[in-house]
């Protein structure tokens, strides 16, 4: 039975760590979380539980309690639910790709705000629970695993989110195992997508209340992820707290930030490379291939969303959304524009 252990050796010790946190969300007995989730935050000198890890490390770390390497008891979980402990290639099929727009007015949204609006529709359809997403404390700039529920929490969570702390799905785990939902949507980046799509297709019995839980996967188009407190010590080496950024962006190569003066700050993606999370150059996935809908900025103009439906289940939530009156969309959109980041992030692969 495979273990934590296997996925230190085939993946963290190889740098090809997502972050995603797929193995700490659905691992039963809280083994494994990141450092900075750590439940002691201090050496401890009287015994042997010094558990303070590098500052660099970016994969989760074990707290030496898993139920398989102490008890060889079954389980498994984290290795099934990892989107990295194999090379798989999908191909990029979808039934359409629209342009797309939402007529609500959603505060911070990322150009068309379209994840938003079917989230929205989706909740007051009770067609979900509720959707997992991420939110940010905004005056630290700190990426939170929420739980939303509600059109006015979709709303709070709008606009996209470039850096990455703690897991990503910490309220997965909340979700499934303490409020026991059944009907969720996901969103997110392509890595943590395909770990929802690994979890569907397992037959591991420890991963079954999140596979029935997962009804919705929504993708969002993603090049590279920054680890957050490089990030921040390189805005703080330029003279730029947290607390001045009013908003962040990726546009036409560029990471753009817009800060609350009205200055727009801007960094080519390679000056950004130091900053960038080691796990996202084994990525070969631009817009989230095993998602239901994924949505980018790539390929429409400012203040739209390109948004790939990418089978039935995904086209029945947003045709929902769009004959409700939540969204407007047709078909002009720049698919070379897509397929040339595509191919540039194939090229940037790094398995070792």
């Known amino acids: 039975m495979r273990s934590y252990k296997d996925l230190e050796r085939e993946v963290w010790l190889k740098n090809r760590c997502s972050g995603c946190g797929a193995c700490t969300a659905v691992c039963p007995v809280n083994n494994l979380y990141f450092k900075e989730e750590s439940p002691v935050k201090f050496n401890c000198t009287e015994c042997y539980c010094e558990i303070v890890p590098p500052e660099d490390i970016e994969h989760p770390i074990s707290a030496e309690f898993c139920k398989t390497t102490v008890y060889d008891v079954p389980c498994g979980a984290c290795y099934d639910a990892c989107p990295r402990v194999e090379v798989r290639e999908m191909e990029d099929k979808y039934l359409g790709i629209y342009r797309a727009k939402s007529k609500l007015e959603i505060k911070n949204a990322q150009n068309g705000g379209v994840v938003s609006a079917i989230l929205i529709n989706a909740l007051e359809e009770e ?49 499934v195992m303490e409020e026991k939902l059944e009907r969720l949507a996901i969103v997110g980046t392509p890595c943590i997508i395909e770990a929802m799509a690994k979890i569907q297709s397992s037959v591991n019995d420890l991963l079954k209340p999140f596979r029935k839980a997962i009804r919705l996967k929504i993708s969002l188009f993603c090049f590279e992820i920054y680890d957050y407190a490089k990030m921040l010590k390189k805005l703080e080496e330029e003279g730029i707290n947290p607390w001045d950024v009013k908003k962040m962006e990726i546009e036409r190569g560029k990471f753009l930030l817009y800060l609350v003066d009205g200055f727009i700050k801007e960094y080519k993606i390679k000056e950004l490379d130091p900053v960038m999370r080691e796990g996202c150059k084994s990525c070969i996935d631009f817009t989230g291939l095993y998602s239901d809908i994924s949505v980018g900025n790539v390929g429409t103009p400012e203040g739209y969303s390109t948004v790939i439906i990418r089978n039935k289940w995904g086209e029945g939530f947003f045709k929902r959304a769009c004959y409700n009156g939540l969204i407007d969309f047709d078909s002009s959109v720049k698919i070379e524009e897509i397929k040339k980041l595509v191919e540039l992030k194939m090229k940037r692969k790094n398995y070792k």
């Open 127 to 175: 067609l979900i629970d509720g959707a997992i997403v991420i939110k940010q404390d905004n005056w630290t700039l700190e990426p939170i695993s929420y739980l939303a529920t509600t059109k006015e929490e979709v709303v709070k969570a709008a606009g996209s989110k470039y850096l990455r702390k703690v897991s990503p799905l910490n309220a997965l785990k909340k979700a």
